[in-house]
């Protein structure tokens, strides 16, 4: 059974969100917030595995108690869900470490199986918000050292960006699991990052995906 905290500042909105993820099976909600401050408290005490974050919120804004939430319990996922998708909402949400962005507009479907693919280590990003991305790093990355990643460390990277486990990667390049990990920890060493998610959009941003 896969733990939620709703996190939303909108009381019809939280209930809806809350209903839906209610009826999915394998997941149970186990508290509610109304804060950013409230979701920081409510994680500690409930100690659920994914937090839906919207991003604006009263006394703490999303970003930052998913930064905080994160650094008290990093096993944790944060999957942001919100109807903001500005670049500097995007980058404040990936760099707090959140595992995921989606956007409240999305189908149902892909609300509940972004909250099974954060659990399960992968990085979710609505469509839109790779392809601004993308569009961020059209603009910006001709003045930045691109770092050497190898051809597998890019073939590794490119499948985590379209949601691959580890063992799944594995399967795909015909390798072993402990070498697709020291791939990725090759890539995040080379890219200045420390998780899967931030390693993906930073690559998005540098052209090298």
């Given at each position: 059974?896969?733990?939620?905290?709703?996190a939303d500042d909108h009381p019809i909105?939280?209930?809806?969100?809350?209903?839906?993820?209610?009826?999915?099976?394998?997941?149970?909600?186990?508290?509610?917030?109304?804060?950013?401050?409230?979701?920081?408290?409510?994680?500690?005490?409930?100690?659920?595995?994914?937090?839906?974050?919207?991003?604006?919120?009263?006394?703490?804004?999303?970003?930052?108690?998913?930064?905080?939430?994160?650094?008290?319990?990093?096993?944790?996922?944060?999957?942001?869900?919100?109807?903001?998708?500005?670049?500097?909402?995007?980058?404040?949400?990936?760099?707090?470490?959140?595992?995921?962005?989606?956007?409240?507009?999305?189908?149902?479907?892909?609300?509940?199986?972004?909250?099974?693919?954060?659990?399960?280590?992968?990085?979710?990003?609505?469509?839109?918000?790779?392809?601004?991305?993308?569009?961020?790093m059209r603009g910006g990355a001709d003045?930045?050292?691109?770092?050497?990643?190898?051809?597998?460390?890019?073939?590794?990277?490119?499948?985590?960006?379209?949601?691959?486990?580890?063992?799944?990667?594995?399967?795909?390049?015909?390798?072993?699991?402990?070498?697709?990990?020291?791939?990725?920890?090759?890539?995040?060493?080379?890219l200045g990052v420390s998780d899967r998610?931030?390693?993906?959009?930073?690559?998005?941003?540098?052209?090298?995906?």
């Amino acid at each position: 059974m896969i733990r939620v905290l709703v996190a939303d500042d909108h009381p019809i909105v939280r209930g809806g969100i809350v209903g839906l993820l209610d009826l999915a099976d394998g997941i149970e909600v186990v508290a509610e917030a109304a804060t950013g401050a409230q979701a920081l408290e409510r994680t500690l005490a409930t100690e659920p595995d994914v937090v839906m974050m919207d991003l604006r919120m009263p006394e703490l804004d999303g970003a930052s108690a998913t930064a905080r939430i994160l650094a008290e319990r990093p096993q944790t996922r944060v999957l942001v869900l919100t109807t903001y998708e500005s670049d500097d909402d995007i980058l404040s949400a990936i760099e707090a470490g959140a595992s995921g962005y989606l956007l409240k507009a999305a189908p149902a479907e892909e609300i509940v199986a972004g909250v099974r693919a954060v659990v399960d280590g992968k990085t979710v990003l609505a469509p839109s918000i790779a392809a601004t991305l993308v569009q961020r790093m059209r603009g910006g990355a001709d003045d930045r050292q691109l770092p050497a990643l190898s051809p597998r460390e890019l073939d590794v990277l490119r499948l985590v960006a379209k949601g691959h486990s580890n063992p799944q990667i594995a399967r795909e390049l015909f390798i072993g699991e402990a070498t697709v990990k020291t791939h990725l920890l090759h890539a995040f060493d080379k890219l200045g990052v420390s998780d899967r998610t931030r390693a993906v959009t930073l690559a998005l941003e540098l052209g090298l995906l």
